[in-house]
């Protein structure tokens, strides 16, 4: 089992370390702010444009790595198919977790829909659709 690295600080060090990370945060939102981004799709966006060849994502199952301007082309199919296709307001992603699952769920992101993520580890995977 691996120990969290803040476990044993005193109250004054726990402190410091989450003014640290506040300041990070905030930092990180700054930069959003100053981009013009919407949401984390912006910022996917943004990351995979300057990294476009770098590896993005590496599937633990199967050990395949991706690029991440492989992700990104395979969430823009994703989001072009959602607009094209799909109405309802909220999309629920049923699958394991592997790059398509990533996909998906930047692909809806993408397409400005709401995921209701369903990671599971059975066979049955797909999309599902629901109208409320």
């Not at 994502?57 to 301007?69: A, R």
């Not at 607009?83 to 992101?109: P, Q």
Request: a negative charge; charged letters at 30%.
């Amino acid at each position: 089992m691996r120990k969290l690295r803040n476990t044993e600080l005193s109250l004054e060090a726990l402190a410091e370390e989450y003014d640290r990370i506040a300041s990070e945060e905030a930092r990180c939102w700054d930069e959003i702010d100053r981009n013009g981004e919407v949401g984390w799709a912006d910022v996917f966006e943004r990351i995979a444009d300057q990294h476009q060849h770098r590896t993005g994502i590496i599937e633990v199952e199967s050990g395949t790595s991706h690029t991440f301007i492989e992700l990104d082309r395979a969430a823009d199919k994703i989001a072009w198919w959602v607009h094209t296709h799909v109405k309802e307001d909220r999309i629920g992603i049923y699958h394991k977790n592997s790059f398509a699952y990533l996909a998906a769920v930047l692909g809806l992101a993408k397409a400005g829909k709401p995921a209701v993520l369903l990671l599971v580890a059975s066979k049955n995977y797909g999309l599902l659709v629901q109208e409320l």
